[in-house]
């Protein structure tokens, strides 16, 4: 397994976790933020697709 395959492993692991919980963190500006579903639903999955998207390109492309 290389190193891209284990971050994108890890970062599945985070995305299901955040569907769980029903909080993911993002990147906003310079800064972390907090998403949660309740508030937000739809940038909470558009958040969640992206970090998917990028998931499987780390194990399948890299």
Not at 32 to 52: C, G, M, Q
Request: charge should be positive; hydrophobic fraction near 55%.
């Amino acid at each position: 397994m290389s190193l891209f395959q284990a971050l994108g492993a890890a970062l599945a692991v985070y995305v299901l976790y955040a569907v769980y919980s029903g909080t993911v963190h993002a990147k906003d500006r310079w800064k972390s933020k907090a998403i949660y579903k309740e508030d937000s639903p739809r940038e909470f999955w558009t958040v969640i697709v992206i970090y998917a998207g990028l998931s499987l390109a780390l194990c399948f492309v890299f």
